[in-house]
């Protein structure tokens, strides 16, 4: 075995990979990819994520860490709300589009076909193509580097029977399909 | 699109899964299968967990969530140390041991076969079997009801440029391989 080591895991010289910046993280993937919708007022977004973590299972938590300069944090940390929605191989390409636009700039349900539905619990949309989808409020946070983790309590779940692949991304926006049984 | 919903999402009425209790987390699975190691004084162990999420670019932070009845619990606690290691599928028989036994009872590298390397930065040791170990030192950690969060700040990595398949839990144990490129 060829150990390949850096004692500065962001040095370039030394890692096998084009991107040294992206090295550590990608050690991680892959990575299931999942979507994020959230509301403050009238404003309302969706963003796609895949550092994402259960973290209890009583009360059930899940955590999920979003970007300080997003859109979406600004969202949720004036809602304190999020419902995480499980897309299906078959939307990766809403995925992308989802993932390259900033929500300040346009209504990326409508700009995308996604349906908003009520949630039954919180304010932000459930997204309806999504065959899973879950209610979080959130009950804790922690200061993260350039991240902040929000920590959803889980208040109410929308699962159908798919057998649909759910979408991976390789790392780098490399996806890929996995079927789930 | 059947819709199918509670509004209390561990009852197990209106799911269609065997283990209601298990019903949250497992929506967001597959996940990569990851060992951690740690050490407090003389003693040390590994366990084997699905639930980590990289946190942060920079700096470089990696949450693991860790049942708080383990003893890996009480060591990362103690150590303020771990090493994320990843295994490859081939492991897949000692990664189902190291996770059916308490490393309270029994030293797991030597009772299966895997091979402790010094590290460079932290005490917890690398696995020699394993292509990827990632060095963590305990930036902050985080009450998340049965489990902690311990963030870990990356501070040394080793890597081979190895091809083998990734190992991923299904949920409930039910493991497969993943070739990551």
Known sequence: MTWIHSANPLSKEKLPYADAMEYDYKLLYPRQVVLVTSQSGEKRSIMALAWHCPLSFKPPLIGIAVGKTRFSHSLITEGREFVLSIPTEKMVDKVML?????????????????????????????????PINIECRVAAELDAGDHTLFVGEVVATHASATKDKLLFDMGGRNFFGIARE
């Not at 989802?98 to 009520?118: C, E, H, R, T, Y």
């Open 98 to 130: 989802i993932g390259s636009k900033s929500g300040k700039d346009v209504d990326k349900f409508s700009a995308f076909g996604l349906n908003p539905l009520k949630a039954d619990v919180v304010k932000p949309p459930l997204i309806k193509e999504c």
